[in-house]
């Protein structure tokens, strides 16, 4: 990048003045390296810079660049010590302490200076990283101490504000720290969800929500006027708002207009939402942020005004760069001069003359020079937002849904970390006593608390349904207190079950004596088992209970005895559901007395049953597996009750005896075997007409005679396919041949060798060329050797395979104009059917321009590429930057120290790196012309030799005149 010049006595001048400065102020004003761990930069640290530095510029921008660059003598003392991560301190506008600014990066030049750029300190924490950290319903001082606290590593930064009333919400996800503060380019950032703007001043962030202040500086705007650049953006401007107030509230006019309306050819409207303008929707219990519904009109109607009365949305935004170093020679300059007095951040207003209206405008950002403590540039612009703002809030909107979506149902711990703050629209699941739920309703935030209800139960009970962010923490922490009374309760609740659980092991101590005694019961009842069964074996059901015995829900048969000391006194029987005594030892067992588990397995033998006493009725399963001797005789087995799936008959057991004559029909006959005809033949009669097909029949060779095809029965669709050697007498026809049917890979190899159709048709192929005519005359040929054109006699030229004429193996595509043609050309059509229009022309005879030559008819593109002379020495075209004058065309030379710059009014000389303005350079030289021209009026006049007379009649006499002439000052 070229430099601006410096001459050595303008160093050496501020080399003084810097040391001065140094010596009355304590090098405060100075620039210094220090240690790449230094905190403090009060002093001079490693080394001071100030005499050998050039060019040092500091750049900052609003909320955005903030940086140091520089130029330092590669054999200058401190040259070691501009290495990265070296601390650079100099001054900067508005700080009373100088900025630390850190190395990232060091190149050296071929004229041996160091090109030194450093970033300030803040972007230390761009390489600090945020894993993960919620920052909820915050102010802005709190959620930067969050967000800094929330780093990987540590570090020195702190943080304040001066906004005390907006409180965000934003999620910080794996992001760079420094891009979690300043990036406005994403949603879930410090920047989008606060708003304001910082000050960055070393180890320290401040911010408020506007930056600067209004100093009264008034500018007008300038035309032609070198090193001023103002440009005005229509796109933002609204002249009508739609003001839209909580839960879609419009006004009954719809829109608020700017008095400026008429100014513009149409009117300009954008929807604008104020979501904190309610009306009352209940006026038997309306809320205390809610309006009556005239007030609320009345509100959006103020708040829409002060759109155009405070933020001016109905003036076009503007931005301005104003430099200083080439407004300095300018007449103009002095009204600009005021910038000089401003910060970054202030307002300034400026006046357009066309326009007839004051716009206001900030300074964005600004080029200083910290050795002059003077500004370079200063660059103003709109308070209006830009049209990129506004697509940047529209994707911003966008984002911001879709994020909605995407954290329904996020869980994060609360601050104590005892519990769960829950997001989104999706209820929670698997929650604990005491969790949060922030559930988005629309525009507004409800709070619900997971905690015991009146039923005893736990479930969300919602705390707020209504809150901005101002109610948000007093709400919680009132649901804070609730939940420790829900967490005391449960704890007490806990010691209870844990007493029980003590009292659950001593009661499994008595449950495991109680199953013993059970066991012993078990065993008594064996016993008693065992007295009731009879002398004989036959079972009684003795009732216990030696008083009495209840005859209800007793089985039919059953038999209470009496004992006593283990005799049985007395019995009785149940009969129609009353006992009936019966004498002591009888083995009566009633109807349905005996259930199947009062009898054990193989009980009951033949012997205790008696002959044909067992009836079907007795009996609810007979398997056949209990038949063990003896047949069913055939008279037992009901007709048709032996199906066909319950036989299994022997190979060979049916014998043709067994089948009645005629008794199997087709019916029965499921496949007849061909195999199984053994003797007879089928007659033609029992053949139906067209059940042998093609495929059941076989054909001897030779079978089929012509004697057996009628004569014309074959027609084509019979013949699948006619081998050509099967005619044998006779030729096609040429009608017989189709059109376009007989192709190239038909033809045998120099078929065609005599042209067609004889020479005198406009093709002839032979096995070198193929040639075409007019006529009789030839037009071109294509050879082996490349095609060639004919116009009329003239031999035009070739398109053709070459050799270079000294090296046989250097083969390519040429195209050749003979000495009989005329030019070469490549053209392209822009439609189809179109013009062709030429873009390149090889015209060595200069009878297509009118000038011998190659001539162009597009734009040529070098891309860079060099331009050789014989010798291998080159130029370049290439784009130029020059240092406070932009990029433009040029020629440079191929070390790139030396150039021709073409500015958009001036002609630019580089020189070893350093670029003179030809037209300054021209004003100055005119000017020292008609000085020198001056000076050579008086030398002409010769040097005085007396003086004479008294008063006012004085006279003198001169020498004779010296003969000098004055000087052309045309310079052309």
Not at 550 to 575: N, S
Not at 592 to 614: E, F, L, N, P, V
Request: include cysteine; charge should be negative.
């Amino acid at each position: 990048m070229a430099q601006p010049l410096t001459t050595p006595f303008a160093q050496l001048f501020l080399a003084v003045l810097w040391w001065a400065a140094f010596m009355l102020f304590g090098g405060i004003l100075m620039i210094t390296v220090h240690d790449r761990i230094a905190t403090d930069f009060t002093t001079t640290g490693l080394a001071v810079l100030d005499r050998e530095v050039i060019d040092p510029v500091v750049t900052e921008e609003l909320c955005g660049e903030y940086s140091l660059t520089f130029s330092y003598p590669a054999d200058a003392p401190a040259a070691l010590l501009l290495t990265l991560e070296a601390i650079i301190a100099c001054p900067v506008p508005g700080m009373s302490l100088r900025q630390g600014f850190r190395i990232h990066e060091v190149t050296t030049t071929l004229d041996g200076l160091l090109e030194v750029t450093a970033f300030h300190l803040f972007y230390d924490l761009a390489a600090n990283l945020i894993a993960d950290t919620f920052v909820v319903n915050k102010t802005a001082k709190p959620a930067l101490d969050q967000l800094l606290a929330a780093a990987n590593t540590p570090h020195r930064f702190t943080a304040t504000s001066s906004d005390t009333t907006t409180r965000a919400s934003a999620r910080v996800v794996r992001m760079p720290l420094a891009q979690a503060v300043m990036d406005t380019g994403e949603d879930n950032t410090f920047a989008s969800r606060w708003g304001g703007e910082i000050t960055r001043d070393n180890w320290h962030i401040h911010h408020a929500t506007q930056r600067g202040q209004d100093r009264g500086v008034v500018i007008r705007d300038r035309k032609n006027l070198t090193g001023y650049q103002a440009s005005i953006d229509f796109s933002t401007v609204v002249t009508r708002i739609l003001p839209v107030g909580y839960d879609g509230l419009l006004l009954p006019e719809l829109y608020v207009d700017s008095p400026k309306l008429g100014a513009y050819a149409t009117p300009r409207i954008r929807v604008m939402r104020y979501g904190d303008v309610k009306e009352i929707k209940d006026p038997e219990q309306p809320r205390e942020d809610e309006l009556p519904l005239d007030q609320a009109y009345t509100e959006l109607r103020r708040l829409a005004a002060l759109e155009y009365s405070a933020r001016h949305v109905d003036e076009p935004s503007a931005s301005y760069k104003v430099s200083f170093v080439d407004l300095a020679t300018t007449v103009e300059y002095a009204d600009l001069a005021e910038l000089e007095t401003v910060l970054l951040g202030d307002t300034v207003t400026v006046r357009h003359t066309d326009l007839g209206v004051a716009l206001s405008a900030r300074v964005v950002g600004y080029d200083y020079d910290p050795l002059r403590q003077a500004y370079l540039s200063v660059e103003l612009g709109s308070v209006a937002g830009k049209f990129t703002t506004v697509t940047r809030q529209v994707k911003t909107a966008v984002n911001t849904a879709r994020q909605a979506e995407d954290v329904a149902g996020f869980a994060l711990a609360s601050a104590d970390g005892k519990n769960t703050n829950h997001y989104g629209t999706t209820q929670p699941a698997n929650a604990r006593l005491g969790d949060t739920w922030f559930r988005q309703n629309g525009e507004q935030v409800e709070i619900w608390i997971y905690q015991l209800t009146d039923t005893g139960t736990p479930g969300w009970i919602a705390l707020a349904t209504d809150l901005n962010h101002a109610q948000v923490q007093a709400e919680l922490d009132a649901a804070r207190t609730q939940v420790d009374h829900a967490l005391a309760a449960a704890h007490d609740a806990q010691t209870a079950a844990d007493q029980v659980h003590e009292r659950l092991a001593t009661a499994q101590v008595e449950i495991d004596q109680a199953k013993a005694a059970a066991a012993s019961a078990t065993e008594l009842a064996q016993d008693a088992h065992d007295i009731a069964v009879t002398s004989d074996g036959q079972l009684t059901v003795a009732l216990v209970d030696p008083t009495a015995a209840d005859a209800a829900d007793r089985p039919e048969g059953a038999l209470w005895q009496v004992r006593a000391d283990g005799v049985i006194a007395r019995q009785y029987i149940l009969t129609n559901n009353q006992w009936e005594q019966t004498p002591v030892g009888a083995a009566m067992i009633g109807p349905k007395a005996i259930s199947q588990a009062h009898i054990g397995d193989t009980a009951i033998g033949t012997a205790h049953i008696a002959d044909a006493a067992i009836t079907d009725a007795k009996i609810s399963s007979l398997s056949a597996a209990k038949i063990s001797s003896g047949y069913l005789a055939a008279g037992r087995i009901a007709a048709g009750s032996i199906t066909s799936d319950k036989l299994t008959i022997a190979s060979g057991f049916i014998t043709t005896a067994m089948i009645a004559n005629a008794a199997i029909t087709d019916a029965k006959i499921g496949s007849l075997s061909a195999a199984k005809i053994t003797s007879g033949y089928l007659a033609a009669g029992r053949i139906a007409a067209g059940s042998i097909t093609s495929d059941k029949l076989t054909i001897a060779n030779g079978f089929i005679t012509t004697a057996m095809i009628k004569d014309a029965a074959i027609t084509s669709a019979k013949i699948a396919a006619l081998d050509a050697g099967k005619i044998t007498t006779g030729y096609l026809s040429a009608n017989r041949i189709a059109a376009k049917s007989i192709t190239a890979d038909k033809l045998a190899a120099n078929a065609i060798q005599v042209g067609l159709a004889g020479w005198n048709q406009s093709i002839r192929i032979s096995p070198t060329q193929i040639a075409w005519y007019n006529g009789s005359t030839l037009e071109g040929t294509i050879s082996s050797s490349g095609m060639k054109f004919w116009y009329g006699t003239r031999y035009i030229g070739e398109m053709a395979r070459r050799a270079h004429k000294d090296k046989p193996d250097v083969q390519g595509i040429v195209n050749q104009v003979a000495y009989q043609g005329d030019y070469v050309a490549w053209t392209y059509q822009t439609a189809s059917g179109g013009d062709y229009f030429t873009c390149l022309t090889l015209d060595p005879k200069g009878r297509f321009y009118g000038k011998a030559g190659i001539h162009l008819g597009a734009d040529l593109r070098t891309n860079g590429y060099k331009f050789y002379t014989t010798g291998s020495r080159y130029v370049t075209l290439q784009d130029a930057t020059l240092t406070g004058k932009g990029t433009y065309a040029g020629w440079a030379s191929s070390n790139g120290l030396a150039k021709v710059v073409f500015h958009t009014y001036d002609l630019m000389v580089v020189t070893n790196g350093s670029y003179y303005n030809m037209t300054r350079l021209f004003d100055r030289v005119g000017d020292l012309m008609s000085r020198m021209n001056s000076l050579i009026g008086l030398f002409n006049r010769g040097w005085i030799t007396s003086i004479s007379g008294s008063g006012s009649n004085i006279t003198w006499q001169y020498y004779s005149n010296t003969g000098l002439s004055t000087m052309p000052t045309t310079l052309s």
